[in-house]
């Protein structure tokens, strides 16, 4: 693909965020945790010329969060879904809008994906706004103007008789000029109560659905045995498992889930986390999947009576915090794939 053309010029005003949008941010950091969000950015001009390049004033309007990604990106395309910021906010016919993402714990600053997905959408707005936002606020915002130049070129050459000769041409010249936004915040703490629904509303959208019969006995083969007689596919295993008749336990559950076998319910979980050190690098995508597809699976074997989704968000949270018991482990590359799958379950 042919790169983009940019040129640099520099800080060219500011960006307001008001104490509603700020909470927005807050809300969604504390809810979202250590992932990656985006969503849409309502703003309007509202100092500035556009035309001199210099003391602009954006001021920010709204935000709709339209995904909630991985903990390293995040994307999303326009859907029906963006009706509802306008049923929440009809103003909002008159705003500009563009980009906003969380890079969560870590630095806000343009990547290499982050520049590339500016220059690429800026030429299809009059000019367009990215804002990355953070935990500790330290956000970042440029705006992109694409922009069109006539180039004059002169060039000198020989004729037949090898006398130089200048010939003068026009060269049209598409750029996208990006500037940078210094972030002003407001000081004033305002609630709104329709931005935790839309994050349940994504976080449950994100939720895999159960396949029946998938728990591996054995953490080591998860999440499905590969057959060595079929090359490339892979076969679900047959469970040789019954569900269990007791009312069990979160440790049960835990215990259960985290040596993705309903018989090693009644393992001791400090053994077990220990077991899982042993998980190579290379097999933690595995092992994420076998943890993600087996959570519903597990749950409803160790509490066959009490199998509902408010209930195993319930289990999950109980498991979540009986897991910060263990901060020995709390470092642990498995440890924080188990967390983010409970934490699914936890709206």
């Known amino acids: ?147 069109k130049s006539i180039v004059n070129k002169k060039y000198t050459i020989k004729d037949q008789d090898g006398k130089l000769v200048n010939i003068n041409s026009k060269e049209e010249v598409e750029e996208i000029l990006v500037g940078d936004l210094d972030i002003e915040f407001e000081n004033k703490v305002v609630e709104e109560p329709w931005l935790l629904n839309r994050i349940k509303e994504l976080k449950q959208s994100k939720v895999k659905p159960v396949v029946a019969n998938t728990v591996v006995p054995g953490y080591k083969t998860y999440p499905r045995q590969y057959n060595m007689y079929d090359n490339d596919d892979w076969d679900f295993p047959v469970n040789n498992y019954t569900k269990t008749t007791s009312k069990g336990t979160v440790t049960e559950f835990l215990a259960a889930l985290l040596n993705l076998d309903i018989a090693k319910k009644n393992e001791g979980l400090f053994t077990t986390l220990n077991s899982l050190k042993t998980i190579e690098p290379e097999e933690l995508q595995l092992f994420d999947e076998a943890i993600a597809l087996n959570i519903e699976n597990i749950y409803s074997n160790i509490f066959p009576d009490d199998y509902t989704l408010d209930n195993l968000e319930s289990i999950c949270l109980e498991a979540l915090t009986k897991l910060n018991d263990y901060l020995v482990f709390k470092n642990e590359d498995f440890m924080e794939i188990i967390k983010f799958n409970l934490k699914e379950y936890v709206l």
């Open 1 to 147: 693909m042919e790169s983009i053309k940019s040129f640099n010029i520099g800080k060219v005003g500011k960006i307001i965020i008001p104490a509603k949008i700020e909470n927005y941010i807050d809300i969604l950091h504390k809810e979202v945790g250590s992932t990656e969000w985006s969503g849409i950015l309502f703003y309007k001009l509202t100092g500035g010329d556009i035309k001199k390049f210099k003391d602009l004033e954006f001021t920010i309007e709204f935000l709709y969060p339209m995904d909630i990604g991985t903990s390293a990106y995040t994307e999303f395309k326009y859907n029906e879904h963006v009706m509802n910021a306008y049923d929440i906010n009809e103003d909002l016919i008159e705003c500009s809008n563009s980009l906003v993402h969380s890079h969560h714990n870590m630095s806000a600053f343009f990547s290499g994906t982050d520049t590339s997905e500016l220059l690429e959408n800026a030429k299809n707005f009059n000019y367009y706004i990215s804002l990355i936002v953070n935990f500790n606020k330290s956000y970042v915002c440029k705006i992109a103007f694409p922009s």
